[in-house]
Each structure stands twice: as C-alpha cells, then as structure tokens.
C-alpha cells in the first residue's frame, strides 16, 4: 500500500507522527497523478505549486502548527478560481484564463495547509451528469467490467475519478443539482453538499447561484467531516453566506443514531426503478433500523416537480450569471471579419466558447425569462420551489431527522451511451440529488455495496438545515454498517 | 409549447449566440422538448403560493457604501483578450 491510498484521517495521523513528510506523501500523489492520465482527471497539474505547499506544511508540522489538513494533497475541481492557475470551468470560453485571485474556499484550504496537486476535469459550467460536456475531453471511471468506458459521473466526475483512483486523497467538487453526490455514487466515494450558505460561492464560477453548494468528496465519512470543516465559514464576500459558528463536524461523530427518526420518502419509489436499486435502498433502512433508529414512511408530495422546477431555475440564473462571458475582459474572443461590429463579436465569441449544452441551456434561460413568459415559468417554478422545500419543512417539523434514499436511479452508464438521448434523459440522473439543492438543505451520498455487474452503487442521507453534523453522523453508523472496502481493479 | 424557428432565432439572439440558419430546426426541436417537459409545472396549484426568493431565511446583509478595494487595473486588464493604454478594446460601438 502506498501513501497515496490512504484517507486524510490516516495520513494526518503519520505526518503528525512524522512517519512520513508532507512532502514525501505529496511525492508519491504526483506519481500516482501522473500515471493516472488515462483517466483524464487532471487537467491542469501544479506540482511545482504542491511542492511548495508540502515544504511549508512540513515547516508547520515540525513546529507543532499543524491543522487537520496540513500537508494532505488534494485535487481542485476546475471551477475554483486559482491564483495563477488556469481554471476555466472546463470551457473553451475560458481558454487561458489565470485568475488573479484565489477563491475563498481554496483560500481557506491554503491557509489549513492543504497542498493542491493541480485542477481537475468536470462538466462544462458544472452543466452535465456524465463529465461528457468538458472542453478537455471525458473523464473517465476508475471502476471497469467490460471493454467500455464507464462515466464517473457528473458534473464533479474529475474529482470523483481521481479520489476513487487514489491520484489524491480527497477533492473538492460543487454540487447544483446532485454534481457532488451523483459521481460519489458512481465511484465508490463519499460526497456531501453542505446546507446553502454554509461555504462560500466567492471565487467559485457561477453556474445557478440560489442552488451552488461547495463540498467535500472523499474516501470516508470522517474524511468528508474533516474537510466539510476546513470549507465552511462565513465569508464578507458572499452575501449570502451564513452568518453562523461552525460546529465541530468530527466530534459530531459518535456512531450513536439509537432513538433517531428516518424517514422514507414515497415520492423516491419511482415506476421502473431496478430491483438492485430498491435492495439497496431495503438494505440501508435495516441497517439504521439495526443501529436503533426509528423508521417511519414520509411523503414529499411535490417530489415530481422538482426536475422540471429546476430545469427552469438553473437554466434561468445561468443565463445571467454566463452574460458575463463576452470575449471582453478575459478568455476566448472570436476572430472576426472586416466590418463586424460588437454584436457580431459577442454572437460568435459565446457560439465558439460555449458547448452544445452550455448554449442549449443559457438559450431555455433566456426564454423562461423573456418578456411574456417570466410568470408562466420563472415565477412557477419558484413557487413550486418553495412548495418544495415546504415539504421537507413539515417532514422535520415532524421530528424526522434523516431522510434515506437512493443515489442515483443506477450504477454508473457507458460514455457515449447517452449521446443520442433527448436531453431530458440525462436530466433524470439527478432525480434524487435535486430536490435537496431546491430545499437547500444538506446531503451526502455513502457507498453502500455493488451491483451485480461489480460496479458501486450509493445511498443518499438528507439533514435538517445546519445540521451537517448530525447527517455526518448517520452517514457513519452507515457507512460502518456497510462496510464498503472496494476498489476498482488498477487498469490505467 | 412548441417553439417555431423564428421564435429560436429571436431566442438565440437575445442570448447573443450565433447559430447558423441550418442548425435552427433542431434547436427549436430541442427547446420545444424542453418546455413540453417543464409544463408539468402547470398541473401544481400555486395559488397564494410565494415565489422562492431565498432558500435560507435571511436578510442580505449591507455593507458600508465606501470604496474597499481598487487601484489594480493592470491586474484587471491583465486577462483581457485584447487590452490597450489601460483599457478594454471592443470593435467600434458607435458609427
């Protein structure tokens, strides 16, 4: 076993310990990175950066200052802004942009002593489930059981791929409409979006801003606790970031849920949903009912509306937020011809740099919100929006304290399969992740056992509002029942 | 909802992408699914019901209207696809 397998836990331990350097575990995660190119995770590598980083946290651990993160390289999701590093949201429209600023989140990780081993693949704008829209090319699962290459999910599939293949120890990923929890599913990992307004958006590329959490992906559920607290905080940058004392997410960890309430929400059981997926969601139930749970069946009667609500809404504020992308004051600009005027630059500029479903989407934003149609879509959908979220406010008003379900409608599907689809199937993969983002609430996806082709399949907790680390919790009594230990067998 | 070629060209438009006159029919194919699929959202009674403007309950904090940050355009300028004398260059906008 090599360093780069182990958890943050663990290698934390080691370099407290000084059983090992800061800079040796980094080492060994550029090797691992670098014979990880099949993959197509990392996009944009900074080991010079990370070695710097590992020198100054072996400063901080030999003098005792030494936070949870210090010295653990991670990998960071393309759409943090890095300080002089490319990030460009996986879109040719930020071809060659290096912001001259660092995002909060990134910042903050810095500050803990975390070592960045470079910047890693995803959907384009974080607009996709399958990491098929990147301007890099696909990112591709670690995990394999035939001659196809299997997607690791989307938007954050960069990040998933590379935790589930050991490249690093953890990752950041952003979650709008399940981006952190679906890949988590596909790849064997652990993924949470913390509640909204928990971290901070500043610096972070904006896809639909009501509904873009930061988070964690990681190899365990105290890995997941550790790095969530390393995230969070109110920031005077974001306006709409909490202003709230962070709790101890670690020590909310006791594995003790006896007395709790679960609730099952109905609405989940949807028609056609594979027997392997309702097994499993059977077999979690009795494993917190095992642990001294109560579980009781919910309803979240506007659980339907919640796809359509949001291929409304996020369509809608992308469409705002991506106006900013106009070839004037960074990334791509179009070559243009004699006699073109500005709109002509700002037309082909965004048709160059903008992908297939980038444009289909600012395009469905730009008609929900033009003049005679703003009330019939927009304002509709904010207000099943908000009948949404008042379903999960009378479910825990009600005293429940975890809501369980699936993942994800399957386990992960072959690149390309999907191409030919009407978009609106590839939209089903979130069905279980987007409502939370609606609701703005917490939730986290555990690995909980394969499917019978060997690949992993995940389950979904969903917390009370600022309640991460109660969800934390249940999510490790989960994950110890479990007893999820698989790897993908190493072919790249 | 079915969105004809006109409405997807005027739609393109006013999201300032240029899509070549061939490739419209499949767009207002692909829009017109779309919207079929959000109108599910007209079988909700919404009636009395608020428009979301806020996930979390709470007030958009203010600041104090000075000048917090500033005196960096050459850090600004410094991305930008074609940057002159301290400025942003676009094509000609006035005639």
Request: charged share 25%.
């Amino acid at each position: 076993m090599t360093a780069n397998t182990l958890t943050i836990d663990a290698a934390r331990t080691a370099l407290r310990k000084r059983e090992m350097t800061a800079v040796e575990l980094t080492e060994t995660c550029i090797a691992a990175m670098n014979t990880g190119d099949a993959l197509n995770a990392f996009v944009h590598k900074t080991p010079e950066i990370a070695l710097e980083q590992a020198r100054a946290a072996d400063a901080r651990l030999a003098a005792g200052d030494a936070p949870d993160l210090c010295g653990i390289p991670l990998g960071i999701k393309d759409l943090f802004c890095t300080k002089g590093v490319p990030s460009q949201a996986a879109s040719n429209i930020l071809a060659g942009f290096k912001p001259e600023y660092e995002s909060t989140v990134t910042s903050k990780l810095f500050d803990a002593g975390a070592v960045m081993l470079g910047k890693l693949n995803m959907d384009e704008f974080a607009m996709g489930s399958s990491n098929e829209t990147s301007c890099y090319g696909d990112a591709i699962n670690p995990w394999k059981i035939d001659d196809r290459n299997l997607t690791p999910g989307g938007s954050s599939g960069g990040s998933a791929a590379a935790v589930a293949a050991d490249l690093c120890l953890a990752a950041t990923g952003t979650d709008t409409g399940g981006s952190i929890r679906q890949p988590a599913a596909f790849t064997g990992i652990v993924g949470i979006k913390p509640t909204y307004g928990r971290v901070s958006r500043w610096g972070t590329i904006a896809y639909a801003s009501s509904l873009d959490q930061a988070g964690p992906m990681t190899k365990s559920v105290r890995d997941a606790a550790i790095f969530l607290q390393a995230m969070s905080g109110h920031d005077a940058k974001d306006s709409t970031s909490a202003e709230l004392a962070v709790p101890d997410f670690e020590a909310a960890l006791t594995g003790d849920i006896r007395g709790k309430k679960i609730g099952i929400p109905r609405e989940y059981r949807m028609d056609g949903m594979p027997a392997q997926i309702e097994a499993l969601w059977a077999k979690g139930t009795d494993m917190l009912r095992d642990a001294g749970a109560t579980i009781v069946d919910i309803t979240l009667p506007h659980t339907k509306y919640a796809l359509p609500a949001y291929y409304v809404i996020a369509p809608a504020e992308a469409s705002s937020n991506l106006a900013r992308y106009d070839g004037v004051r960074y990334g791509h600009r179009a070559r243009l011809d004699a006699g073109d005027g500005i709109v002509d630059m700002y037309e082909k500029t965004r048709a160059e740099g903008f992908g297939k479903e980038v444009q289909r989407r600012v395009m469905v934003g730009t008609y929900v919100l033009s003049a005679g149609f703003y009330d019939a879509y927009y304002n509709r959908a904010r207000r099943v929006r908000t009948l949404i979220k008042r379903d999960f406010d009378t479910v825990f008003a009600d005293g429940v304290d975890a809501i369980l379900t699936p993942a994800t409608p399957s386990a992960a599907f072959g690149l390309g399969e999907m191409k030919s689809a009407d978009p609106v199937q590839m939209y089903l993969n979130d069905v279980f992740t987007i409502t939370v983002n609606l609701a703005g609430l917490p939730g986290i996806s555990v690995p909980v056992g394969l499917d019978a082709s060997g690949l992993p399949l995940g389950l979904q907790l969903i917390g009370r509002p600022w309640e991460e680390g109660d969800l934390l919790n249940h999510a490790y009594v989960l994950e110890r029942a479990a007893g999820f230990v698989a790897k993908p067998a190493k072919w790249w | 909802m079915s969105i004809d070629i006109e409405t997807a060209r005027k739609v393109a438009h006013l999201a300032r992408i240029r899509v070549a006159d061939d490739d419209l029919p499949a767009l207002a194919g692909e829009l017109s699914n779309i919207l079929t699929f959000m109108e599910q959202l007209n079988e909700v009674d919404v009636d009395g019901i608020e428009p979301m403007a806020s996930v979390t309950p709470m007030r958009l904090r203010r600041r104090a209207d000075v000048v917090t940050e500033g005196e960096m355009a050459e850090s600004i300028l410094k991305n930008a696809p074609d940057a002159r004398e301290g400025f942003f260059a676009v094509p000609k906008v006035v005639e």
